[in-house]
């Protein structure tokens, strides 16, 4: 079976640095993928990571370490539009396609 | 970015009937259509996977005679739940991709079976 961690609840300042970490124990790995979802609405896309290193687009950043399991989300320069729910997903082979399964997801609150 | 609509974004329905929800890719040819459920304060969970032209993959506890999955076009993906029942009030969601690309997500669609 597939097995991905992530920490439920983080809270944060505004303006501050936050790091959301995800393990994962898979059958297989072709990539991780992080997503951002706000209450109600679908996922947004972030970062997918499927070579060991850091990945920078803009505000957020991405780590991977497949030797380890281990993935975080780094968020800088928290806005308060940054309270969400942040996704960790692993992309795994399946019966010759491809599947996603997702962490239970981080919420992360962002406090003035 | 790549565009996928999904419709409609809520419908309430009563006990023992059945609703369809579209996912439309918009702007590319959609080779491979994914379905989740989500219930409040939880995680997505995969329902189904399907590609253009075959049957649909159903992940282990999902009926796949309750979740109907076509996949006749390259941009439409339809579920239809049948004989809906309370517990099937849910968030669905469709992602759509295309060969070497990442999925991007529709909107949702709220169900609520009264």
């Known amino acids: 079976g597939q097995n991905i961690d992530q920490p439920t609840e983080m809270t944060a300042t505004e303006g501050a640095i936050v790091q959301i970490n995800c393990t994962y124990q898979?059958?297989?790995?072709?990539?991780l993928f992080w997503y951002q979802q706000h209450a109600g609405e679908a996922p947004t896309f972030l970062s997918y990571n499927v070579l060991d290193g850091l990945e920078e687009k803009g505000r957020f950043s991405s780590f991977l370490s497949r030797s380890k399991g281990y993935s975080y989300l780094l968020l800088k320069e928290l806005q308060m539009k940054d309270s969400a729910s942040y996704l960790c997903?692993?992309?795994?082979?399946?019966?010759?396609?491809?599947?996603?399964?997702f962490g239970t997801g981080t919420k992360l609150q962002v406090i003035p | 970015g790549a565009v996928v609509s999904q419709h409609p974004s809520w419908v309430i329905c009563k006990s023992g009937t059945s609703v369809k929800i579209e996912c439309r890719s918009l702007?590319?040819?959609?080779?491979?259509m994914f379905w989740y459920r989500q219930f409040p304060k939880q995680s997505l969970m995969l329902m189904a996977t399907?590609?253009?032209?075959?049957?649909?993959?159903?992940e282990q506890g999902v009926e796949k005679d309750k979740f109907l999955i076509n996949h006749a076009s390259l941009t439409l993906s339809t579920l239809t739940v049948t004989s809906a029942h309370p517990e099937d009030s849910s968030f669905y969601i469709c992602?759509?991709?295309?060969?070497?690309?990442?999925?991007?997500f529709g909107q949702g669609t709220r169900l609520t079976v009264v």
């Open positions: 898979t059958s297989g790995f072709n990539g």
């Open positions: 997903a692993v992309r795994t082979p399946s019966g010759g396609y491809q599947k996603v399964t």
């Open positions: 992602s759509a991709k295309t060969r070497g690309t990442e999925a991007f």
């Open positions: 702007d590319f040819q959609a080779t491979t």
């Open positions: 399907s590609n253009e032209g075959s049957k649909a993959t159903y």
